[in-house]
């Protein structure tokens, strides 16, 4: 992670550097490049910076004072911006300037598109723009009214303002939609008396000047016509910018933790895909994930065929010794989920059953990928093989997933598609790696995300295996078509073989370091063979070794004996065991069994800014505010709580009518 943000820095400074040669370069082209506006770009640390530098000599399309310059106005806009004369009326050099050819028939005339000149001019001052940008970021308004928003989606926003200084993220995102759908109008205001008292000094020397009164006036026409219609659009621009970041921000960290959810290891999986008149697809997997048994039952409309449906779930349960059923979140999903409970309570069977959650289940199922995985099944046969094994697995299932379709953010659809992919991109293989793959069952789409490795070199590895048998040791890799010396060195750290020939090929330890590995372990008297027959005993010998003497004595660098020995300590190690398991049901939950003041447990689905979305065992997820999430104010959602975090809730209201449930975490809630 702080690689990708350095990386990112690394981009923007490049980008920067860039620019400044670019503008530069296009300015002396010109002929009007100074060493003071030379020096000026060079030390500019942001890229506005630079673009306000270099907007006076920016080609612009045909504008008013383009066609004032054009009737020859430009000597007459100087004298007004020099402020020198103080003598006389600025009627009388107003008129040196009537020509009735290019249609200059008053002085009026005259001295009106010289103030055209002037407010481009203003306009296009460095200074001028950063001092109103300020001022708007600090006391601009940004309301909105209602346009044409007749199903109320925006009512909140009919008649909404708030200073642009405090706007949160989402709420920015939320207008922009509602702007972009054309249900609301948005703007931003300042005072302008204020603006102008704090530019006109900045330009205005002279109260003596003949041109004071149309300089002031060009000044009020440039802030109204040029500079504030600008600013709004940059200003809305670096809140979407913002708006996005966040988005893809909450995004980023609610996948992690969903990918990074504890498998459920060793169990027989019956995964139910619902639905009412195709009816509900049946997998049965096993252990490993292998499909043990496919079919379907119609239990609901308009079929109704309950009992026999709850015969064939029984029948499937006994034969393969089903331990859950997973029970995706779609359509008919609750009435599926009264069916198995129903079927537990009669037939008292020791079972129980999850939600799992479908988001972008649809996507893989039509995929590709799915396609090849499983080109006899149709789509919702696919969907229910991937419920299943989404509970197995998480990370090993969602990664045939397009990352942004997993549905755990918040308006992901309203920001920049690249830039989301490629952050979200990033999250997956951070997981993936930080998990390790287990190099004998990955699956092509799990080892494309191991670094160094593509999709291409991935479907290589899996063929090498399948042709040759299971890998025994990671550098055996080295013999797979394509995957040459570099592509070892990226990958071999992150990939494992539980069952290998030398016990350090299921730790990250990369193979090139297994002789300092050896050395550290024959400093406490033990062997790599005991990593499997004396755990025990290696971390006790282990625990007690000072890394920095360590690395001394046997001139390595501290970091990697740190990383070796924390391997050693824990070989075979899934971080996500250490986090709680999910909340396994075995009876059902109806919005009618519910009254305010009831305590339950449930199972964080997503967390946004304004609080977490909470599955209670209702078809719709509860809402925790933000303000009921903690006794202490906090400033966002992500200080309490993370997708898949087990909590206790208690039901604040009940809105039946529109199936919403307001919850809190608080201890007086």
């Known amino acids: 992670m702080v690689l990708r943000k350095l990386e990112e820095r690394l981009h923007y400074l490049r980008n920067l550097e860039s620019r400044k040669e670019e503008v530069i370069r296009i300015i002396g082209e010109q002929g009007k490049l100074t060493p003071e506006l ?20 920016k080609q612009k399309r045909r504008t008013r004072a383009t066609v004032a310059k054009e009737k020859g106005l430009e000597p007459l806009a100087v004298l007004i911006m020099e402020e020198k004369i103080e003598q006389g009326t600025w009627q009388d050099y107003a008129a040196q300037y009537i020509n009735e050819e290019l249609e200059v028939l008053t002085g009026d005339d005259a001295i009106a598109l010289a103030r055209d000149i002037v407010a481009e001019a203003v306009s296009d001052d460095a200074k001028v723009r950063s001092v109103v940008r300020d001022l708007v970021w600090k006391r601009g308004i940004i309301s909105s009214s209602k346009a044409s928003d007749e199903k109320g989606t925006y009512e909140m926003y009919h008649n909404y303002q708030e200073p642009v200084a405090k706007i949160p993220p989402h709420r920015i995102l939320a207008l922009n939609r509602g702007e972009k759908e054309e249900a609301l109008q948005v703007k931003i205001s300042i005072e302008s008396q204020e ?38 659009r940059e200003i809305r621009t670096e809140l979407t910018s913002k708006g996005e970041e966040q988005a893809i921000a909450i995004f980023s960290k609610n996948l992690r933790q969903l990918l990074l959810q504890p498998p459920v290891k060793g169990r027989v999986v019956l995964g139910l895909d619902p639905a009412y008149r195709t009816g509900c697809k049946i997998a049965v997997v096993d252990e490993t994930s292998k499909l043990l048994e496919k079919g379907a039952i119609f239990p609901h409309q308009p079929q109704n065929k309950r009992e026999e449906s709850k015969k064939t779930l029984c029948a499937l349960i006994e034969k393969f010794h089903v331990n859950i059923v997973a029970i995706g979140n779609g359509t008919a999903s609750r009435e599926t989920e009264a069916l198995v409970a129903e079927l537990i309570n009669e037939q008292d069977l020791q079972l129980q059953y999850i939600i799992v959650s479908e988001a972008g289940a649809s996507v893989y199922s039509a995929s590709p990928l799915a396609r090849d995985e499983f080109p006899e099944f149709d789509v919702s046969m696919r969907s229910a093989i991937s419920i299943a094994r989404r509970l197995q697995d998480p990370l090993a299932e969602l990664v045939k997933i397009e990352p942004k379709a997993v549905g755990v953010g918040q308006y992901q659809h309203d920001v920049a598609p690249k830039k989301l992919d490629e952050t979200l991109t990033g999250v997956v293989e951070d997981c993936v790696n930080q998990v390790g793959v287990d190099l004998n069952t990955a ?107 360590v690395a001394q004595e046997l001139k390595a660098g501290v970091p990697t004996v740190k990383d070796i020995i924390e391997a050693l300590l824990k070989p075979g190690r899934d971080p996500r065991d250490e986090l709680p ?89």
């Open 195 to 232: 603006l102008i008292g704090a530019i006109e000094p900045l330009l205005i020397k002279n109260s003596r000047s003949i041109f004071l009164n149309q300089y002031q006036e060009a000044v009020a026409d440039s802030l109204k016509r040029l500079i504030l219609p600008s600013m709004e």
């Open 443 to 549: 699956s092509p789409s799990l080892l494309s995300y191991v670094a160094g490795m593509s999709m291409a070199v991935a479907k290589k590895v899996v063929a090498y295996r399948e042709e040759k048998g299971k890998f025994t040791l990671r550098k055996e890799l080295k013999q797979v078509p394509r995957f040459g010396d570099k592509t070892f060195v990226q990958a071999a750290g992150f990939l494992r073989i539980p069952d290998g020939s030398n016990p350090l090929e299921n730790t990250p330890v990369h193979p090139e370091s297994y002789e300092l590995a050896g050395a550290i372990l024959q400093r406490v008297g033990c062997t790599i063979n005991d990593l499997e027959d004396n755990l025990p005993k290696v971390r006790e010998k282990i625990a007690s070794l000072e890394p920095a003497n």
């Open 581 to 669: 398991k999910p909340m396994l049901r075995s009876d059902i939950t109806t919005i009618e069994n519910l009254a305010e003041g009831m305590i339950l447990w449930g199972t964080v689905r997503n967390v946004v800014d304004f609080g977490a979305f909470v599955d209670i065992g209702l078809k719709q997820d509860g809402l925790v505010h933000v303000s009921q999430l903690a006794n202490k104010f906090i400033k966002h959602p992500m200080e309490v709580v993370n997708v898949g975090d087990i909590v206790k809730v208690k039901i604040m209201s009940i809105d039946k009518a529109r199936d919403r449930i307001g919850l809190s975490m608080r201890e007086d809630g």
């Open 38 to 57: 030379e020096e000026a770009i060079n030390k500019s640390t942001k890229l506005q910076e630079v673009e306000d530098l270099y907007r006076p000599y």
